[in-house]
């Protein structure tokens, strides 16, 4: 093996970093400079990105170096933290998989992550998982609320098949990170796209409803067709990290379509008179439920930028 390479980061467990290089996966340590840069990150190395590597005086190898970013999608670490977690990088395409019961997914949680995709132009479908579980009203208000803001939504029944053929022809040749919370089928639906991938799968607790966690660390997989899936740990909450109040409104979409018509060109779309997205809102061409989701992120995101 050579002292030095270029490869790809295909998992990161915190202090041991797997990369891909010529088809071998080398097990890598970052160099101490590295944790330096990311300051305000918990994870300065992540999935996906592309790295060179040196071996030290002991023959191990070292991350000594990250290529710059062509894009990520990045979460507050916890709340009330001014630090950063990034989930991954230089990606695609997202998925983003929701169940609207076994377990519920925050509608909060889903605009969240939409926003952060938009802020990083990362493309994203909304995956609707276990559909032969869903209420059929519920799923048809959903898909009404997303597509009428632009999102593409599938739906799939990853043990019964159902609509596992559109999401292959979605992945393959593509870099994917899919994302979504615990127990809403991830696992479950790599495994039925490609059963040679050693994915563990959970199952839901009785207790709570909440999905149990199965995946401990991001992983990239490849795909036997081509491309690649980052398979990542389940997520519970999704703060927004370094999206200013003023900026906001830019990441939803629908918003975005009607805003030049409004009176004011600093207008922030929560009191304003002759308001175009207040009008669309009153007038069903933007969801409330999304409009919701704008007010509160702005007013509980206030205490983060102090």
């Known amino acids: 093996m050579e002292r030095k390479f270029t490869g790809v980061v295909v ?35 992540v ?25 990520y999608v990045i979460r507050r670490a916890s709340n009330l933290s001014k630090e950063s977690h990034i989930i991954a990088a230089n990606i695609d395409q997202a998925i983003l998989m929701v169940t609207l019961r076994s377990p519920e997914t925050a509608t909060e949680f889903v605009d969240r992550f939409l926003v952060t995709c938009e802020a990083y132009k990362v493309p994203v479908t909304i995956l609707l998982s276990k559909i032969d579980l869903q209420d059929p009203e519920a799923v048809a208000e959903f898909r009404a609320i997303y597509e009428g803001a632009g999102y593409h939504v599938l739906e799939v029944a990853a043990t019964e098949r159902q609509g596992i053929e559109q999401v292959h022809d979605l992945l393959i040749g593509r870099t994917t ?12 639906l790599v495994r039925a796209i490609d059963p040679s991938l ?93 409009y919701e989701s704008y007010l509160k992120i702005l007013d509980e995101d206030e205490k983060y930028r102090k």
């Open 11 to 45: 998992r990161a467990t915190g202090s041991w970093y797997e990369v891909l290089h010529d088809g071998a996966t080398i097990r890598c340590r970052i160099r101490g400079r590295l944790r330096l840069r990311g300051v305000r990150s918990t994870n300065p190395v």
């Open 47 to 71: 999935v996906g990105d592309e790295v060179t590597c040196e071996a030290d005086e002991n023959g191990d190898y070292v991350i000594a170096d990250i290529t710059p970013r062509r894009n």
């Open 177 to 188: 990170l899919l994302s979504g919370n615990s127990g809403v089928g991830k696992s479950t």
């Open 198 to 290: 050693d994915i563990r799968t959970g199952e839901i607790s009785e207790s709570h409803h909440k999905g149990r966690h199965t995946t401990t660390f991001s992983t990239m997989y490849p795909l036997a067709e081509g491309g690649a899936v980052i398979d990542t740990p389940g997520i519970k909450g999704f703060g927004l990290i370094d999206i200013d109040d003023d900026e906001l409104w830019h990441y939803f979409p629908e918003m975005m379509r009607v805003a030049s018509n409004c009176r004011f060109y600093n207008c922030t779309h929560t009191h304003e008179p002759a308001c175009a997205v207040i009008e669309a809102v009153r007038n069903g061409e933007i969801a409330y439920a999304r």
